[in-house]
């Protein structure tokens, strides 16, 4: 038994901005900067992204077939499960976000992962299954990575913890 990941990687753009319904205008400003909802000049206005996203599946590699998984199979699921919704959207109007979830690179790898997690794994169950989801905002500088570990403790405590995503994304620098 020969085990392996593969990754695909796939860019979309998007728009969002990050808002926090507790605090004043001045304070969403000072904290989230270019990325407030709210401008300097008092407009709210969103800003966008091209964002990258790289998928990875590990398992068993087929014996008849050869792969882990299908990248053409993986492709078709990332645009119908992330790609479709996503691309050239504001985030802010999509799924969790909606409700006021605000549309971080750590929440985002949370939502695709619970996006993919179960269309990749009933592909070949028990053999290969959604590993990592990694999104970088601001490429090749600033992202986020899910490990289904992450992801797996995260739903057996019922909430995402601080630190649960490993993110590499300088939030100044970003800007």
Known sequence: MR???VTKRVKFDSSHYLYNSNWDKDKNIEQF???SKFKEDGTEVPHGHTYVLEVTVEGIIDEET???IDFKELKRILKSKVISVLDHNLIN?????KDGLNTTVENLCYF????LVSEID???????????????ECY???????TRQRWIASKMTGRCQE?????DCDKEEAK
Do not use: M
């Not at 109007?93 to 976000?97: A, D, L, W």
């Not at 695709?112 to 996006?115: C, L, P, V």
């Not at 009933?122 to 970088?136: C, I, N």
């Not at 090749?140 to 899910?146: A, C, E, K, V």
């Open 122 to 136: 009933d592909l070949r169950p028990r053999e290969a299954f959604l590993q990592e989801v990694k999104l970088w």
């Open 163 to 167: 630190g649960d995503c490993s993110c």
């Open 33 to 35: 900067h270019a990325c």
């Open 3 to 5: 085990v392996t990941t």
């Open 66 to 68: 050869g792969f882990v």
């Open 140 to 146: 090749p500088d600033s992202y986020g990575i899910l």
């Open 93 to 97: 109007n999509v799924g969790p976000f």
């Open 112 to 115: 695709i992962f619970d996006e």
